[in-house]
């Protein structure tokens, strides 16, 4: 009896799981994501906290400004568009950084990676996370393809505490929509994201002005070009 019970668990739950995320990716496809694990997350670390609340105001990738998208890829992903969702080549950089120069081993998730952790997955420190990480890594990948991958990073990234989408975080520090920001406060804002729980544009101007004034530079450069594309 047990052993038939282990054959269904071992044939059926994988199935259910397959079946399950794949549905569920497919609707991501189409439908905002309004709610992350990462949001249940602070909700439930600011418990009691009665004017703590998770604001998002979702906005379709055209109605953000191509300085910030430009600055967000430059920040958090150069390779975005070249990938297939891992950045091979930023791990081997990683790897030899760390073996030949002793330096320490720094984060090289793609936004690919960084929309599935922050979609399908728990922000725990373990290889089952990890390997879940990567499947839907792949899934999206393959579902949804890159412009919207980046539309919903834009807006479930955290930006702020309790601020999730650039949307938010613009009408929170900038006081205007997302559509309208200039190159500045584009990288700026950009440089909030791997540390949106301690950094500000405020912060990052101040403390990170070197960092700030390189990407408004990438992203101003990248801008030219387009425009020259264009004509």
């Not at 059926?12 to 439908?31: E, G, M, R």
């Not at 990948?141 to 938010?168: D, H, P, Q, S």
């Not at 405020?202 to 002005?209: D, E, G, L, R």
Request: charged letters at 25%.
């Amino acid at each position: 009896m047990m052993k038939r019970i282990l054959e269904i668990l071992l044939i059926y739950l994988p199935a259910t799981f397959l079946v399950l995320s794949i549905s569920l990716v497919l609707l991501y496809k189409w439908v905002p994501v309004r709610w992350t694990p990462l949001m249940l997350i602070r909700t439930v670390e600011n418990h009691g906290n009665k004017g703590y609340r998770n604001i998002q105001n979702w906005v379709e990738i055209t109605d953000v400004a191509p300085n910030l998208i430009e600055a967000v890829r430059i920040s958090e992903d150069s390779r975005f568009y070249s990938h297939s969702g891992f950045d091979v080549k930023e791990i081997q950089r990683m790897r030899y950084d760390h073996m030949a120069k002793g330096m320490a081993i720094r984060g090289c998730s793609t936004i690919s990676q960084q929309v599935a952790k922050n979609c399908f997955t728990f922000c725990s420190r373990s290889l089952s996370r990890k390997l879940i990480e990567a499947y839907y890594t792949v899934l999206i990948e393959l579902i949804w393809g890159k412009e919207r991958i980046l539309e919903v990073y834009l807006n479930v990234a955290e930006t702020g505490r309790g601020l999730f989408g650039v949307e938010a975080a613009c009408q929170r520090y900038y006081s205007c929509p997302a559509s309208d920001l200039t190159v500045s406060d584009a990288a700026a804002l950009a440089c909030v994201l791997p540390k949106p729980l301690t950094r500000t544009p405020k912060v990052v101007m101040s403390i990170h002005s070197d960092k700030h004034l390189r990407l408004s530079k990438e992203v101003g450069k990248a801008g030219l070009k387009e425009s020259f594309q264009v004509r």
